[in-house]
């Protein structure tokens, strides 16, 4: 038994227990970086669709808003001393997934000589449930 070479099954056994598990874990970690790559792109894409209705209202805000000035009513609370007018818009589908956007305009009540609306872009994933928002001015002619 002293000039015996090799391993025994048992060893075999071990090892190949051993090596399963470790690669078993880097498969988990492979899987969690996957799944996180994949919503940090969807993120991406609804920042960047906030962003990019945000700049489309400011120069072109009669797409949204309709007529100008535009027509706004009371806000609910906790907003009371503002006006404020709520659009919906779907855009078409952006990887085969649906967002919906919505434009929140506020003005204050006290301040109508000015001609600038609070603008805010809501974007959500029906599909994910991850939702972004931008905020910004958005200045109007008469």
Known sequence: ???????TLLEVLA?????????????AVFANTDRLAIRNSEKLIII????AYLERIKINPSEFIGTLPPTLTSCPSPDTSKKCKT?????????????AVTIIMKQDSTEQGLKLLDTTVQVSSADSKI????????????
């Open 15 to 27: 090892a190949m227990a051993i090596l399963s598990i470790v690669l078993m874990s880097f498969m």
């Open 1 to 7: 038994m002293n000039n015996e070479k090799g391993f």
């Open 131 to 142: 939702k972004s928002s931008v905020e910004g001015y958005v200045s109007y002619e008469e």
């Open 87 to 99: 659009v919906t818009v779907t855009p078409d589908p952006i990887n085969e997934k649906t967002y």
């Open 48 to 51: 960047n669709l906030a962003d």
